[in-house]
């Protein structure tokens, strides 16, 4: 599957740059619910050197099962700012580095930018890397691949997990054990745009090509 829905393309390597963000939401539909926690670390060299984190009011009541898995209840949103403050502050923070989280590219970043869109009629066009793709690919032995999953296998505190700041913090130390398994690993990157290449089956046999794809169109043929 190419990165369907997003408008950046998933990166699969060790950056020294980035964006880690995770949300918290009203629930799993990225279509119907909204987000009630936004947070992001920026990372310098591998260094956490800014924090961003607000719980947002999402104008409606939050589920009890959406509480019940990260904690936020109507009353700790009440007289925090709606997404349109937010948002902007968000975005300006992200700016363009490469963002960073964990089943991003089936989740957050199509709330994220499905808000966008709606808030500040613009499109999240940075180009990302999803730590659960990252760790299926590193950690090929693991039955599950959770964040708290990856959290336990590199003997990290899982306190708080399911708050956004906390989850980003567990996933940014998650990446970086990553980052350094990954030379070790064999994924087959793309030269053009650094994503991952897969094996496709074409007319005249099986080739490689590039997940980001039909953003990048980078094709490799397999020598037998
Ligand atoms: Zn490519």
Do not use: W
């Amino acid at each position: 599957m190419a990165a369907a829905g997003n408008k950046g393309k998933r990166l699969s390597k060790y950056v020294d740059n980035y964006v880690v963000f995770d949300l918290e939401t009203t629930g799993i539909s990225s279509v119907k619910d909204d987000i009630i926690e936004i947070s992001a670390l920026k990372v310098k060299n591998h260094e956490r050197v800014e924090t961003f984190s607000r719980l947002v009011n999402p104008g409606r009541p939050i589920p009890p099962g959406a509480t019940k898995v990260n904690g936020i209840t109507d009353e700790m949103v009440q007289n925090e700012p709606g997404l349109v403050h937010i948002l902007p502050e968000f975005l300006n923070f992200i700016g363009g580095e490469i963002l960073i989280g964990h089943n991003i590219q089936s989740f957050d970043l199509l709330f994220l930018n499905r808000v966008a869109g709606e808030v500040c009629g613009t499109a999240v066009l940075n180009d990302f890397i999803d730590t659960l793709y990252m760790a299926r690919a590193c950690l090929p032995g693991l039955s599950h691949y959770r964040l708290t999953d990856l959290a336990e296998y590199f003997k990290i505190s899982s306190e708080g997990a399911h708050r956004a700041l906390n989850d980003c913090v567990m996933n940014q130390i998650c990446y970086e054990h990553m980052g350094k398994l990954l030379k070790d690993v064999d994924i087959p990157v793309c030269p053009r745009c650094g994503g991952e290449l897969t094996k496709r089956n074409g007319k005249f046999g099986p080739f490689y090509g590039c997940s980001n794809y039909p953003v990048c169109r980078y094709t490799k043929n397999i020598v037998v």
